[in-house]
């Protein structure tokens, strides 16, 4: 990008109701870089940005998902991946002699419809399909989606704004949720790392560098111990301050069964790479990626890559086993993918060249194969996953 350009520039206008609601939370935002002390740590800008209430991009009415919105899923890809995943969840609830699901922010409901019909396919549906989702505008799409796609199974669906009690036995289910987890900015310098703050310019958001922070500093020693190497002068990253409560939170929940995440991401050495020197830090604003954070508050997607090696040491902290670890792909064809795709009818060439078409969408390494991991904790739950029998790459974690 050329210094005179900004992303900014290359994005489409937003029209003007979205200005200005954005324009609301640039305000609420400014309040509190005052209220502040003139900077806001990027964790707590993130926060507000993405799920204040009435005003962040997930409490908020605009469209997220899918071609009208500014970013697709996996299973609104294809509902092959959700048929795969209610393989997995078969598998856990038949050990567990029954249960039921929990899903973290269903996005359209798209992926609860399709598990639903796949497990009642499966002669394995749950006792009962939870929801957590804090906008309302999302529970009104999901129950829409659910109605449509499977009505006769949606008094089986309840939605939650707070976790449930402590007894669940069954599993929990976040796809693309914990690359949502607000994080803290960093960058090394010479005096030591310092944290990557937001102030307020007079006209705008921008980036500020804090002072030595004994959070920030113990963060980072904490990163380079795990590593076994220093991070070099310059160097810009992130990190989750609040992952071990926000996972000890869910994992107080359960009973007995699973949580099972996929999202893109790295293992710890892979995350903190000496050439990933500028973080992952990126925007979604349709169908548009960017790495500027500080503009079009509310009408954007925020996200960090996941460290997954910092969602382990998570798991074991809050009394959950790692049960397997693999790339999305291997852990789909585990789950019986391509036994799937061979059910398709090959003599409707149409339908069955799109569904060849999403299976590579789903597993080529250079799509989102790679790319994604899915991770399994586990409580009181002693077997091997099925998602993970092809390939378990625990020993990168």
Not at 46 to 74: Q, S, W
Not at 237 to 254: F, K, M, N, Q
Not at 259 to 286: I, K, N, Q, S, W
């Amino acid at each position: 990008m050329s210094p005179s350009s900004s992303p900014h520039d290359r994005l489409p206008a937003p029209d003007p109701a979205a200005a200005a609601h954005s324009a609301r939370l640039l305000a609420r935002i400014h309040a509190e870089i005052t209220a502040s002390g003139g900077a806001l740590s990027f964790a707590r800008f993130m926060e507000l940005a993405l799920y204040a209430p009435g005003l962040g991009y997930y409490r908020a009415g605009a469209r997220k998902f899918g071609p009208d919105g500014d970013f697709v899923t996996a299973p609104e890809l294809s509902p092959l991946f959700s048929r795969c995943l209610a393989r997995q969840c078969r598998q856990i609830l038949e050990a567990l002699g029954g249960g039921m699901l929990l899903e973290l922010g269903a996005g359209t409901g798209v992926m609860a419809a399709d598990l639903l019909r796949e497990l009642r396919a499966l002669d394995a549906l749950p006792e009962r399909y939870a929801i957590l989702e804090l906008s309302g505008e999302l529970r009104q799409r999901q129950h829409q989606t659910l109605a449509e796609r499977v009505p006769e199974l949606l008094d089986r669906v309840v939605w939650l704004e707070a976790l449930p009690d402590p007894d669940l036995r069954g599993v929990v289910l976040g796809n693309e949720v914990l690359d949502a987890l607000p994080v803290e900015r960093f960058r090394v310098t010479g005096a030591g790392p310092r944290r990557l703050a937001v102030n307020w310019n007079g006209t705008g958001l921008n980036w500020v560098e804090g002072d030595e922070d004994p959070e920030v500093t113990a963060a980072v020693a904490g990163i380079e111990q795990a590593l076994g190497w220093r991070l070099p002068s310059g160097y810009a990253s992130e990190y989750v301050p609040h992952l071990d409560a926000w996972l000890r939170a869910i994992a107080g929940t359960l009973a007995a069964g699973a949580l099972l995440f996929v999202d893109y991401g790295y293992p710890r050495r892979d995350y903190y790479h000496p050439e990933r020197a500028a973080g992952t830090l990126l925007c979604h604003y349709r169908h548009r990626v960017h790495d500027d954070p500080l503009i079009l508050p509310g009408l954007q997607d925020i996200t960090a890559s996941v460290d997954f090696t910092a969602v382990a040491d998570a798991a074991l902290a809050a009394g959950l086993e790692v049960a397997g670890y693999t790339a999305q792909n291997y852990f789909l064809f585990g789950c019986g993918l391509m036994e799937l795709l061979a059910e398709a009818d090959s003599t409707d060439t149409l339908r069955y060249l799109e569904q060849t078409r999403q299976v590579k969408l789903l597993t080529l390494p250079g799509e989102m194969g790679e790319r994604f991991q899915a991770i399994a904790l586990t409580r009181g739950l002693d077997l091997p996953l099925c998602g993970f029998a092809m390939r378990d790459e625990r020993g990168r974690l």
